[in-house]
């Protein structure tokens, strides 16, 4: 039951993938300029005969029915083509920045959850109190800050005020031949800002969330149920409410994601986050068009993993859906 | 022999946006041991703040207890501290309450539900606790406990669920169960089943019962005595016997006649006119006044105090001038 | 004390009005919009100048020249001068991507939620299908793709933003269109689209207003994230630009980039306290918790 | 809670160590180079342009290199000769040397990577002359042209003629797209360890090196960092040790004044870099001289070089950069005079004044948009109304240029070490090439210079080919196809203790085999 449920959602979620993966080609194809002549410049200038060859080598004197039949069926065996710029195949360069995009967002959604949900929680205590009014102000301006430029502040504060954090890159280089733990730990030093300034948005917005869903948790019998039977503040908190108003938030949570990886892009540009949203964003000022379609796809398909991914927790979670359908 | 449970003069107030209303006037009512004190009353008439009162639960932060005392077996629970309220709940006092779907927690099993208020409360280790929980389900007339026991409360029937509720609150063996309207959300037949467990359960546990409920019926089945309650007030005390058959205030008389009978048509029913006038446009006079047929000059001006006016004590100024 | 609504019914409107008119931060948001507003519609005019113009030399400290308070930009451009004229287009764009993002959405969300069956799953999967996309990467290849003027802008965030909006809509139809006034319009012989435009969009209007204010806001922070990476017009003046084009001087001069960026705090800050000014007052119920 | 905290410990172990790292300089070591530019590969045999120039020129070693006197050296080639009648050049081949994968370098590479890059690069003029080449045997090559070509020995420098392997680029594949473009196999001092397209190019020493002793370092990292911000913290606390090619005048004033960093001006003087102000001669409004004249009255190199780049880059009055040995001082400066510029727009017939448009190449803001935007302001003065046309990327700006659709346009150009290399090719009519961005974009026609120019190029004598190119200068100042503004201000910044940082003509264009850590 479970399994086939799980089969259909996949099956569902690779056509969507399809779905993008057509719109996106032919929205790309209506770009205007010819790629040859981008590529030839991209090389310091070129002459017919070198444009000649380049759309040779690039497929892209064929008609567009056909450019697009080699690439779907390209994509189906993991062939997403070639970047016009680095005249590389863009699997192996996304998949060189995939990863630091997945640590980022995963860290960016794990702070801004654990920390926004606690906060929503405190809050949601004295619905009235002091607390509640911090948070409630505090999520409307993580919501009203631009992400880009949080990011900007930080890096003014930390560049020459606190110099306590790294404020651009991934990895030290000097670091490169260290053992694992240094790396590792040296990573996570880079990660602190980045990940917290996409979190912030996100925390706040959890944090009113989660605010509200436990408010309304609160009210509730099975809540008066729980402290008639004696369990103590905390339990009552976090492991009776907690537990029910976590399932909004999940559902959030998977909807976010999208919108995560868009700020990640942002991020990315303004930390040199060496991820696919700076991928892309190079790419779209280069036209490098193999790639951008590669990084909407593997983006497109993170979001779809993540809604799948959200899908089965939330039937975990919540014991009421697991046996029905 | 002092009352298990002892109340005196309970003043219970909430905030509103209509400013402070008194939701409890000077209450006073005892239930002793093992015996049934039946509180009844339409909604809105304090009943259920009496309850929560007892268990210390009253919605925070708008309500307050201003005045009186709650004694459970001797000990003053009124200004006890969180965690003397918190030992006391589920241990001596536990509660059941009237909507069994909403007032179990979705998201864990039956049995974890009725280990948790074990663990709570004994120093057991979560299986044992488990396994009580199993053979609770099955004293409270589950079948098939230990598989019920994993099951979430949204599988399980309203009865049962009302059943596993029972199960929960006898777990500690406390002396005084309150029972909240146990019985509203179920049909008729089980409401008659239920009411059967609870006397079982009082006479194997010798537990005290403080039931909670709107239906005569309810107290004709199941109490020793009635407190009646009216708008934040007790209006009315005695055994049952003597409420049901001999009324003194108007309104526990329109109470009674509300009680379907054997053999009357549903038609036939009455109804007590008008409704529950609500706390912050309470005068100075009797609340019933407005709805009272007969009701004088006296009873608009002037609170009537609950005394026995020759059978057993009513808050009623025409009991004391004996016009009725 | 004083205030009994049982026996004074108002219109819904002036009844909102009324919540909103006590919340404090609402009305703080809507005045500090207004002000906004203002200074970004008449600003220009009363303070003179081409945003574009080169001024004065170029990093001057805020406070150190009379007359370029808030300093000057790495061109020696007034900043004032840019916040007053940047704001207009900033605005601008946030409001026309707003209003296509709602008619988008409301006109798909209506269709899915009233007719129900085939086209509501028609409809939902395709929302779903651009819930996919991530926004901000759709909106970059789209503006690329049209050349970044303030309409292709307003057109990519509105073409991206709009599912959320179908998702609420059809929600509010799901529950209206069962109620018994809309039996009752139906009875009476009320075409669809009469139904539909007449009937249940007025009352669905309450969470959408809501939604379009908070939308008019989220388009404000994409306006000018597309302009900070590059993609906005860089022929008209707007906060993102003025941030983007600063951004790699940030270690010499921290105020071209700091009070845009404040100006879109505020303005998004403002936009949002109305809207749940709006929510509240539309919900008094959850106001009460 | 406890994330914050454990993650906050993490972070100081991390700093301690970070802080610790400048530390493990001592033997050979490595050096980490700093750069904005992304290279798309690394070969630069088919990729002009500094980003792909600074690590091709590691990994590839050429016939050839020079040293900050414009003096060739030898490197791959131990002696070369020329015919005396600049026929043909004979380059003798060092016996020892190897590519990095241990197969000997000889002749039939050589052989094969001049006509690789003949077929492939995108400066035509370089190795147009040549014809064929012979290889009597491993290690004499004999390179026959169909005309003189002075620019030749300039042209087997490392910048422009790596020396490719034959058995892997000779495979029939494109070398534009050959996948060994991205792992390329050399014989320069460095080996590719690993390329990160658009992150990083790791390069270790070569243990088998043909120069004995060389290289000194152990491994040459380039980072590329976009956000110049960003790389001026990183050279800061010491992540990154040079930061070639830098323009910026707010960056060469923050290094100048940090403790540990020098800064130079040297090793760019082959680089040549213009930066000009391109007139569209098919224009109506700009085809009339006088029209391109009064702009260039109208707007004040002073003020350029002085105000708006504070005093960094310096004035630039011809197609020539004004460092080299070719420039002509005697060319019109047209220095700065509005009643000069106003007449000659009414002399056009333009008294009324006229509305143009200016692009300019997404690059530099100080050196580009400014300049544009002072433009803007400037030629107001003489009634001419600018609007600036931004390009949001690199593509749509070549489209337009290249595409003839503009009317003025701001643009780098190198010179490229020799006229003949990055001068020629702006210039030649016969090279007006609607499409190709850097060609004769001006559409700029004059039979006289053409001469002038083909002349040059097969100029052998030094002192005859100068006074060819002065009369060329002389011309095209007169004509003005193009306003020449300034000399880029590229500086390298770099951490005290390196010796040798490169300071030849190709500057960091140029294997970096003597370059060490001091104390």
Redesign the interface.
Known sequence: MTLSYLLRRIGYGLL??L??VIL?FF??R???GDPAVVIAGEMGGATEEMLESIREEYGLNKPIFTQLWIYVSGIATGNLGESFFFNQPVSKLIGLRIWPTILLVITAQILSISIGVFMGVIAARK?NGILSGIVS?FA??G???????TG??L??LF??VIPIFPVEGMQSVKLRDAGFVVKTLDIAHHLVLPAFTLAIIYLAQYARLSR?SM??VL?SDYIRTARAKGASEVSVLFKHALRNAALPILTVAG?QF??L???A??VE?VFNWPGM?RL??DS??R?DYPT?LG??FF??AM??VA?IITDISYRWADPRLRRKS | MSPLLEINDLAVTFAT???EVTALDSVSLHVNEGETLGIVGESGCGKSITALSVMGLIPQPHGRIRAGSIKLAGEEFVGATPARLRQMRGAEAAMIFQEPMTSLNPVFTVGDQIAEAITLHQNTSRDRAFKDAIALLDRVGIPEPDKRARDYPHQLSGGMRQRMMIAMAVSCRPKLLIADEPTTALDVTVQAQIFDLLNEIQRDFGAAILLITHDMGAIAEMADRVSVMYAGRVIETATADQVLDTPQHPYARGLIDCIPALGKSETGLKEIPGVVPPLHMLGAGCAFAQRCDHAQARCLREKPKLINHGHHPAACHGVEEARL | ?NDTPEFKPESPGLEAWRMFRRNI?AVFGLVLLIVIFLATLYGALIYNGDP???VW???EMPGATPEFPLGTD??G?DIIAGLLTGGGPTLAVGAAAAALTMFIGISLGALAGYYGGWVDNLLMRFT??F????????A???V??F??SLWTIAFAIGVVSWPQTARLTRAEFLKIKELEYVTAARAIGARNKRIIWKVILPNAAPPLIVSATLTI?VAI?FE??LS????GD??VMSW?LM?G?N??????A?WP??FP?LA???T??A???VG?GLNDAFNPK?R?? | MSVMTRLMGAAAIAASFTMAAPMVHAEGGTLVIASTQVPRHLNGAVQSGIATAIPSTQIFASPIRYDENWEPQPYLASSWSIADDGMSVTLNLVQNATFHDGKPVTSEDVAFSIMTTKENHPFKSMFAPVETIDTPDAHTVVINLSKPHPALLLALSPALAPVLPKHIYGDGQDAKSHPANSAPVGSGPFMLEEFTPGEAVVMKKNPTFFMDGRPKLDEIIIRIIK???AL??AMENGEADMYPFMA?S?EIK?MEKADNIGVTTDGYAAVGPLNWLAFNMASPKLSDVRVRQAIAYAVDREFITK??HRGVSTAQRGPIIESSPFFDETIPAYDVDLDKANALMAEAGFADGMELTIDYIPGP??QQ??VA??M??QLKKIGIAI???????FP?WAGRVGGHDFELSMDVVFNWGDPVIGVHRTYLSDNIKKGVIWSNTQQYKNAKVDELLNAAAVELDQGKRAALYAEFQQTVATDLPVYWINALPYHTAYDKKLQNVPSGIWGTMHPMDMVEWGE
């Open positions: 969507l993938m779905g993008v996106n929205l790309i209506l770009a205007p619905p102000i409307t301006i919501y009203a800050v631009p992400v880009f430029w900007i502040m890096i003014i560049a020459s509200a408010l309304e009210g909807l999208g919108n990886i868009s700020g892009l942002l540009t949203g892309a964003f779209i000022l036209r951008i990084v909407l983006a497109s979001v779809v809604n | 946006r209509h400013g | 004390m931060p574009f113009d080169i030399a170029p990093h790495y061109l451009r779903e299908f819930q996919v996309l991530p926004a901000l990467l759709f970059m290849v789209l690329t793709l050349s970044p806001g922070l000018a994230g900070f990476l590059g993609l860089p022929n993102g941030i084009a951004r790699e001087f940030i270690l010499e921290w980039v700091t960026g879109i705090f505020l998004v800050f936009v949002s306290l749940d959850l009460q918790r | 956000d110049p911000s001026l913290i910026g707010q923050r105000a708006l803001k100080e948009q400014s935007e002072y803007k302001s609007t600036v046309r931004a390009a949001p990327d749509t």
